[in-house]
């Protein structure tokens, strides 16, 4: 039975380095290639971190709503005690989700995601999808025609994790983009099929008439000049 977490991150902001940090993880349960009703949320109260208006107006969520949440030495063993050792799922999760959360884990003395469970929905829809202008999750969503209605106002860790869900299904169902090298000798292939290419292609010459040849000498003689 393959089981697969796709899991989505809210944050303070983007740097984890300097202090940000991570305050809802959404996770949607995958198995055999089917969305089930298993889920995993938590809001996470940020410690004293301060959400700035820019980041606010992204995902709604307030340093006063968070106030009462639990602190991420709460959440972080549920968390990993869902995942377990299942395959999990983030877009762009090489470069932010998966550092941001190892760290939020190594903080707190927890092992980390290791890279042999991490999967980057960004760099499989690189390799398999051509056609949309950009890689976003709304744009894969969008090429899919998978709906982004549930988070019309604002962006949240369980619905994108959703999004995130029926875009990965759609991913492994398709076929890998073949290598470039492929296709030119495929094209090379049918270029030497051609009927009208080798060695029995019939050789045809146009000569031109005596006022044709007189047209063009005199038209050279006035370049000569």
Known sequence: MARVICFDIETTGFEYLRGDR??????????????????????????GKIIPPETYMVHKISNAFLDDKPKMSVVAPKFLEFVGDSIIVAHNGLEFDFPFVNHEL?????????????????????NRVFGPKSYTLDALAKWYGISLAARADAHGALVDSEILAKVYIELENTAPAPEISDIIAKQHAAFLEHPKIGANFPYRQFPISPDEEKIHQDFIAKINE
């Open 106 to 126: 190594d903080m707190l003395g927890l092992p980390q995601i290791p890279k042999s469970q991490q999967q980057d929905t960004l760099v499989i829809a690189r």
């Open 22 to 47: 991570c305050i809802e993880i959404g996770a949607v349960e995958i198995i055999d290639g089917k969305i089930t009703k298993n889920t995993f949320h938590e809001y996470i109260n940020p410690e």
